[in-house]
């Protein structure tokens, strides 16, 4: 190796930092991932839509069931994440928020956050329907904040080791509400039909049906 290699290894990087930065090919291959995975979402806010619309759910007024939002970051927890808000409804003072993430080297998830008036106005429908989440590889969010998504015992514990009077007392005195489910990036070939699947659960779970 070069003199200048020794002496920036020393001083900078580890051998292996010095061959990433060497090779353009990573954040090339990196960005064509991103942007798969960004058209990937698109194609899903579609199908989730024309879902909502074929379905006999009655979605709460205040939500986006037409459009939906997806967008890309680089820095959750120093890693790169795209997400799909849909349907959604975010105010200062109620959150309605179905979101589908992809966040890099971890997993594929999508996420019920509740929060607010549009909290209060589900609050008993979800308590009264919250045996539908067993047996679905559910998870509860229990940490103070509901902006972290990664599923470490202090922010998220398995719904089905919950008692169901623990769980109905959690779903009647938290001031927000996160259930969440995930499949791993090897089984991107299933997203699609989980996405879905988990979407008319979550629906059913807090929405009032027109049949």
Not at 33 to 54: A, P, S, T, W
Not at 114 to 119: I, K, Q, R, V
Request: proline share 2%.
């Amino acid at each position: 190796m070069p003199f200048f290699y020794d002496v920036f290894m020393d001083q900078f990087l580890t051998e292996k930092e010095f061959e990433i930065i060497e090779d353009a090919d990573f954040l090339l291959t990196k960005a064509r991932v991103i942007q798969k995975v960004v058209g990937k979402f698109d194609e899903l806010r579609v199908k989730m839509i024309e879902k909502v619309n074929k379905s006999d759910i009655v979605a709460p007024a205040n939500l986006d069931i037409t459009k939906g939002k997806v967008f890309r970051g680089e820095n959750y927890k120093n890693l790169p994440y795209v997400v799909l808000d849909y349907p959604k409804h975010f105010s200062k003072q109620s959150v309605f928020a179905i979101r589908t993430m992809f966040w890099w080297s971890n997993f594929f998830s999508v996420t019920l956050h509740l929060e607010g008036e549009d909290l209060e106005s589900t609050r008993e429908t979800l308590i009264n329907n919250k045996e539908m989440l067993r047996g679905k590889d559910s998870w509860f969010c229990c940490n103070s904040t509901p902006w972290e998504y990664h599923y470490q015992e202090d922010n998220y514990v398995e719904l089905d080791s919950l008692t169901s009077d623990v769980l109905e007392s959690e779903l009647g005195n938290r001031k927000f509400i996160k259930l969440s489910r995930k499949i791993d990036l090897n089984e991107y070939g299933n997203l699609e039909d989980f996405c879905l699947e988990t979407l008319t659960l979550y629906l059913r779970l807090i929405a009032r049906s027109s049949g």
